[in-house]
């Protein structure tokens, strides 16, 4: 830890930039011959999304309804959402059913809830289950990459943003919109930074009134004990070049050729060994199933901004949990009326909102010791209204794609909420 401190301190171009180094790396591939071949994908391939969109290419075809809808957020952009409004059985009779947001984590979008078969992913046993599934993209994804000022993605000006704003403006609008259409509370759930979005989002009073219930999947709002594995690789990784390659507010797009080549350069540098650096970074996922990897690498790895990351990066270095903060005061004075950017209190999240929230014992992004710093500002939660579950050997992508996912964790959100709406 003195080491990655005192490394920060004299390179100044790492504070900022190596986190997104080592969040790169969490989407390459475990073994070497698969790092070459996700990362030499033929850019043209890269360039533009795949033809069907969601629905067509990854849930009609398991047998499922699905309709694709398009929503715009106060600020312009215009977000793609799919909505599994029931199950493949359909069950005649009861209840209206309970409408559940999934929102995926940063460099990935709705698809990855769906890589595993109809019986193994969160989306499709929800809504064998009764529930009115709804699966959201954050802004900068491939489906959400329109703004209604022809605002383009190869500019600057679309990629000024960071999860400060995916909390303020990209999840309001979903969250009204599902309400809206359904006339109901939302039930939610995050993976990582979708986790995020949630906590600070409500820690601001922002959609108390529209959740019903939300569940946490390996959670993310501190970073602080990313260290050994950040240490590590921002040690191997030439800072210098990075920052050459990511400067100014654009998009940060994991499957650029660049990126790609730059990487494997890193791979193939003496000492550095890529299978390390992905199980350092999430953790050894334990349980994922060859096919559906490779699925993941072929659909994920989507683009944020490198503001997000930077902000994440700020929120590594700072040990806090902050808005974006403006390397000059007078700017952060500008944008919050004080000098160093305003802290998000996880305290003021509603004390008696119920909360589920599952964390694993390898996961190196949403590390033990983090999780347990956001447990700790939970203290004055309802004891009644917070459930903690704790995998041990689940890692980071165990959550959203592991194959005894649903015995170890679904199954445990689904009765969390049936609790809720019954
Ligand atoms: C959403 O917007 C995109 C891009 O403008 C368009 O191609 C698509 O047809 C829209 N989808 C729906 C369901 O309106
Ligand atoms: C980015 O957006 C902020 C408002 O959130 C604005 O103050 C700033 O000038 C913008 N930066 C650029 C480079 O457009
Ligand atoms: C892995 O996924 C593939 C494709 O979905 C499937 O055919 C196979 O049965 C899965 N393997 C296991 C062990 O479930
Ligand atoms: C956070 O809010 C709680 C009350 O909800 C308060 O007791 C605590 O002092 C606040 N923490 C900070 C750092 O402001």
New binding site residues.
């Given amino acids: 830890m003195a080491v990655v401190r005192g490394f920060l301190g004299f390179t100044a171009a790492c504070r900022d930039f190596c986190v997104l180094v080592v969040l790169v790396l969490v989407v390459q591939p475990h073994r070497a011959n698969g790092l070459g071949r996700a990362l030499t994908a033929p850019s043209k391939d890269v360039a533009k999304p795949p033809v069907a969109g969601i629905c067509a290419a990854s849930v009609i075809v398991h047998g499922y309804k699905c309709q694709e809808f398009n929503v715009t957020t106060k600020d312009g952009y215009i977000l793609s959402l799919q909505r599994i409004p029931e199950g493949r059985v359909v069950q005649n009779g009861g209840n209206k059913r309970q409408p559940v947001l999934l929102q995926h984590g940063v460099l990935m979008d709705g698809m990855s809830w769906l890589l595993n078969s109809p019986e193994h992913n969160l989306p499709m046993i929800l809504a064998d289950n009764g529930f009115d599934v709804w699966i959201s993209n954050t802004r900068g994804t491939r489906f959400s990459r329109q703004h209604t000022s022809q605002l383009d993605s190869s500019t600057t000006d679309f990629w000024n943003w960071s999860w400060d704003e995916l909390a303020s403006f990209d999840m309001p609008a979903v969250i009204d919109f599902v309400c809206g259409q359904t006339g109901q509370k939302i039930n939610y759930v995050g993976h990582s930074q979708g986790t995020l979005i949630a906590l600070v989002a409500l820690s601001e009073g922002k959609l108390v009134n529209k959740m019903k219930s939300v569940a946490l999947l390996s959670p993310v709002a501190y970073l602080n004990n990313m260290n050994s594995a950040l240490g590590r690789v921002a040690a191997k990784a030439f800072v210098g070049e990075i920052g050459t390659m990511y400067r100014g507010y654009a998009e940060f797009n994991p499957k650029k050729v660049e990126t790609g080549n730059f990487l494997k350069s890193l791979c193939a540098y003496p000492g550095v060994d890529c299978y390390d650096m992905l199980s350092g970074f999430t953790g050894k996922n334990c349980c994922l199933n060859s096919s559906s990897f490779d699925l993941f690498l072929a659909n994920e790895a989507q683009s944020t901004s490198n503001k997000n990351m930077v902000h994440f990066s700020q929120t590594f270095r700072d040990g806090t949990l902050a808005k974006y903060a403006y390397v000059r005061p007078s700017y952060n004075v500008m944008h919050y009326g004080q000098v160093t950017s305003p802290?998000y209190?996880l305290?003021?999240i509603p004390h008696d909102l119920p909360l589920f929230l599952s964390y694993g014992g390898q996961d190196a992004l949403s590390d033990v010791q983090d999780v347990k710093l956001l447990l700790g500002n939970l203290k004055?939660h309802d004891v009644d209204k917070l459930s903690v579950q704790f995998i041990k050997e689940y890692a980071h992508l165990d959550f959203i794609m592991g194959l005894n996912a649903k015995d170890k964790v679904y199954n445990q959100v689904v009765a969390f909420f049936k609790r809720q709406n019954s």
């Fill in positions: 802290i209190n305290s003021n004055v």
